[in-house]
């Protein structure tokens, strides 16, 4: 039977085979595996989203440690874990049209849930902050809302927006500060200090929302901005910010894959990446290019990795949308926090790389992501002619936080400049590659010297110009200041040119911090 299941199906690997079956015909058999893990963790808590009816349309999967996840029924007595064609509605929706009670927006199902049990109607929209839909507003006709904001700036937000769309739709608006919240806190965290008389009472002192507030009174002051404590957060140091759009360009083949898969392993796993530390988070890695033999190898040669996924396009259960398509807002229901690898920018989408309108529209959605709180980073390719350009147009670079560029470095031979020849994998096995800024970050510059270890990926490699360092540090410690055409014999000397030497002092100097040069 499983011969002709594979042939059916067209699945020729049986491990994969097997877990279609038992997903079709005894779903109750996958305890261990997709019906209770997500991209890892235990399921905890399930939230179902029921119609005006009592039907159950989806479900929200809560997981330990925390994560989310949306599914719904295949037809089949399983799960198909997204919401393509699926009709989003409010949480607990019978309950608020059965009641004539004000009416608690609140961030989250188990806010909902906690409210429930303290004898209060509430509700929330499916996947959080900024993902309310036009259509919800018609269930809050002539009622009483009042809405309990996360304490953080998206939930805030969130909330206000509600309240832009409800006016002149709801009796009353108010939007309820609650106390002594933490950070990130809710209603959830007030309850657990506080009553359910303590809330009525904050209820009760909050003035009604008379209209839609100015321009002006949303815009943000300068104190405003002033006062904000930001923090600069790395998800591998110095290399891959947080929350934020990486490029990484290079030259086809030159092992960008390579490299991205080993970061991602790093970040999932809770592991230095070649001794700079990481941040842990999901990881999934989003495959446009790649066929299965080459991921296959070289998870074989990466070793073991923890909380990363690939979402291939030869996925036969779901293929990952383009991010000029429609049904790109899929990826916002990925685990909020996650790294998002696309490999690669040409192949995740069916625009023209050169028009600046069709890069801006995926870079903008890119941003939307970012500012949803995932780490981006996209793989890309090079100019034709130049290996230290990414291709394209501008736009890519305009929109993007940090660009990333893997280039091999030329080696010298007999005083001339060279570049070894790839090996017959396509890689240079003897060459030494950098890897960092090129054309705009906004963050802090850095970049690293690699090796490629055909059996392990890559590895730190010294800098090549490190003994020209050393001999430059000696000379100019010995010198002292120097005037402009004595620093030319120098660099001379050294059988460099100038305009490279004075590069390379700015490299010394943020090193060791005593170079000093005076230009007459």
Sequence with gaps: FIDVFQKITGVSELPEALKMMAEKYAPSLLSGSDKNKSFSGEIIETYPYQDEEGKILSEVVRYEPKGFRQRCSDGQGGWKWNLTGVRRVLYRLPELLASHDEIYICEGEKDVDRLRKNGLTATTCPMGAGKW?????????????????????????????????????????????????????????????????????????????????????????????????????????????????????????????????????????????????????????????????????????????????????????????????????????????????????????????????????????????????????????????????????????????????????????????????????GFDTDAVYYFGNYEKTRFEPHNVHLKLNPDRGFELAPDPEEETLKNMQRMLQDSGPLKKTEFSLLAKSLGIAEKKARKMIFKLSENIKIIKIKKI
């Design 133 to 425: 839909k036009e259509e919800y507003n018609e269930f809050f006709k002539d009622r009483e809302v009042i809405m309990l904001p996360d304490n953080d700036e998206p939930g805030r937000d969130h909330m206000d927006n509600i309240a832009k769309t409800l006016f002149g739709i709801a009796k009353t608006i108010k939007v309820v500060a609650l106390p002594d919240l933490p950070e990130h806190g809710d209603i959830f965290d007030y309850l657990k200090v506080y009553s359910t008389d303590d809330l009525l009472k904050e209820v009760k002192g909050t003035p009604f929302i008379e209209g839609p507030p100015s321009i002006w009174d949303q815009l943000e002051s300068w104190e405003d901005i002033q006062s904000m404590e930001i923090k600069e957060e790395w998800m591998v140091d110095r290399i891959i910010p947080k929350e934020a759009i990486t490029v990484l360009f290079g030259k086809g083949g030159i092992g960008k894959t390579w490299l991205a898969m080993d970061i991602a392993r790093c970040i999932g796993s809770s592991e230095s990446w070649l001794g700079y530390e990481t941040q842990q988070a999901s990881v999934v890695f989003v495959d446009f290019e790649n066929p299965l033999p080459v991921l296959n190898t070289r998870t074989k040669k990466l070793g073991n990795a923890e909380n990363v996924q690939f979402w291939r396009s030869g996925n036969r259960k779901i293929k990952p949308p383009k991010l000029d398509s429609a049904e790109w807002e899929q990826y916002k229901e990925l685990p909020k926090g996650s790294v998002l690898i696309f490999d690669t920018l040409r192949a995740s989408q069916g625009g023209d790389e050169n028009d600046s309108r069709a890069m801006a529209e995926v870079l903008n959605r890119m941003k939307e992501l970012r500012d949803l709180g995932f780490t981006i980073i996209l793989l890309h390719h090079t100019a034709k002619n130049t290996d230290k350009i990414s291709k394209g147009s501008t736009a890519i670079v305009d929109l993007a936080d940090h660009i990333l560029g893997l280039t091999r470095v030329r080696q010298k031979e007999d005083g001339q400049d060279a570049v070894a020849i790839d090996d017959v994998d």
